[in-house]
């Protein structure tokens, strides 16, 4: 400004200097209005949390004053606007006033009217409609299907189908009330479908999965379900995938098409009854009468398992090493398999113990034949005579001494051995190629 004013420019340098202080007065006086009214709005409604009150009411009132300080910014902002534009611009203020108006009530672009007044009904429709909807959601999940017979898996699924149905109705109503034209939305519906159908397939995929498992109800929330190898109890069912909660309290999300396309068990579909099966293995000289009385007594002591269908004990099969029973009961609720079995076993190791029942390692035996040869050369060779040359065939273990000269044979070997060598040493001495007496020769022997 002063270089201005030096060079003769002293009009431009008033004109900047001027516009320059007003606007930083305009700013100053914005910023510490604003503040005033976040000051005002904190102090006076939102209440202070308590040194005592738990975190819940402090994000409560975190939330609340979040919001306010949103609704102040956006009605400064909107006041501020054009007062800065009747400040530093020339526009008269019944200019400002006409524009305002017709921005308000519709501005033509091409064959679309942009109405601000339109779109801001069609904003608070919305809201309207779906704080409508979410209200009645809440009191159909707190007062109306509590005290219906349903389960609470139909519960969440009409809950859920609820509130999809919300939502479409207040888009549509805000949709319709914007002032556009469904058939023309519908144009515009089919001609993205195209790219929907190639670029979102797998989200639609899941959508309608879910709208599936809402309806047709394989699963619903709180049962026990095996999907390959996870498995858990069903937390939430949402639009695009469903979560489950496994017993390692780590949550696992699955789209809803693999629920769809996939082979899923579901232990608790009908009714939460289910079986359990405890196999044990007692040794051959034990009293299978008597292990299946202990079995069957020990089923029914336990009120966790039904009495119909009874308890039963199957006699499996001869094993390798033990007789194999399976003792099979059921139980009225299958999330107490683990537990109900870990108890019984316990049970049955005591009785076992007590009865003298034995529970078999694993047994293998082992006859050696020609045991007399094997113990002789076993003994020889302990004694430090010459080390035995012993010759396994057809599991048989026998004995035979070294020739110094080639040419003596043991009598106890066998003539088709005997017979073996001599050929070999015959083939060798004629320089007979790979006649049996090299391991990697091609030649026949």
Excluded at 142 to 161: F, M, W, Y
Excluded at 226 to 255: M, N
Excluded at 400 to 418: F, I, M, V
Aim: with cysteine; aromatic share 8%.
């Amino acid at each position: 400004l002063p270089v201005l004013t030096l060079l003769g420019y002293v009009a431009l340098a008033r004109f900047i200097l001027e516009n320059l202080m007003t606007g930083l007065a305009f700013i100053t006086s914005y910023w510490l209005l604003r503040g005033y009214a976040r000051a005002l709005v904190h102090t006076y409604l939102v209440k202070p949390a308590a040194p005592d009150d738990d975190g819940a009411s402090d994000a409560v009132h975190g939330t609340l004053y979040f919001w306010l300080r949103v609704t102040i910014d956006v009605v400064m902002f909107s006041v501020a606007v054009p007062l800065a534009v009747l400040i530093f611009t020339d526009i008269a203020w019944a200019d400002l006033l006409d524009a305002a108006e017709k921005a308000f009530i519709g501005i033509q672009v091409g064959g679309i009217n942009f109405s601000l007044r339109a779109i801001l009904i069609a904003i608070l429709l919305f809201l309207a409609v779906l704080g409508v909807m979410r209200f009645f959601q809440r009191m159909l999940n707190t007062r109306v299907l509590p005290n219906t017979k349903l389960d609470e898996g139909l519960q969440h699924s009409v809950s859920a189908i609820f509130g999809y149905a919300g939502i479409c109705l207040a888009v549509l109503l805000a949709i319709s009330a914007a002032g556009m034209d469904l058939s023309n939305l519908a144009i515009i519906a089919g001609a993205i479908s195209v790219g929907i159908g190639f670029g979102m397939q797998s989200i639609v995929s899941n959508f309608v999965s879910g709208l599936i498992l809402l309806i047709e109800r394989p699963i619903k929330v709180g049962d026990w379900i095996v999907v390959g190898a996870d498995q858990g109890l069903v937390k939430d069912i949402r639009v695009r995938a469903t979560e489950i909660e496994t017993f390692d309290r780590s949550s696992v999300v699955i789209p809803n098409s693999e629920l769809i396309s996939n082979r899923v068990m579901n232990w608790t579909l009908k009714d939460r009854s289910g079986r359990g099966i405890i196999k044990i293995g007692v040794s051959y000289g034990s009293d299978a009468n008597k292990v299946r009385e202990i079995l069957l007594e020990i089923a029914d002591k336990r009120r966790e398992i039904l009495s119909y269908p009874a308890p039963q004990v199957v006699f499996i099969d001869f094993g390798a090493s033990s007789l194999d029973f399976e003792l099979r009961y059921f139980l009225r609720d299958i999330g107490d398999v683990l537990s109900v079995g870990s108890a019984v076993r316990f049970e049955i190791l005591e009785r076992f113990r007590a009865e003298g029942v034995e529970i078999p390692f694993p047994q293998q035996d082992v006859h050696f034949r020609d045991i007399d040869r094997l113990a002789d050369a076993i003994r020889d060779a302990g004694h430090g005579n010459a080390k035995p040359v012993i010759e396994a065939k057809d599991d048989i273990a026998e004995p035979s001494a070294e020739t110094g000269d080639g040419e003596g044979t043991d009598p106890a070997t066998p003539p088709s051995t005997a017979k073996d060598e001599n050929r070999d040493r015959d083939a060798a001495a004629r320089s007979i190629p790979d006649a049996g007496g090299d391991a990697d020769g091609d030649g026949p022997r």
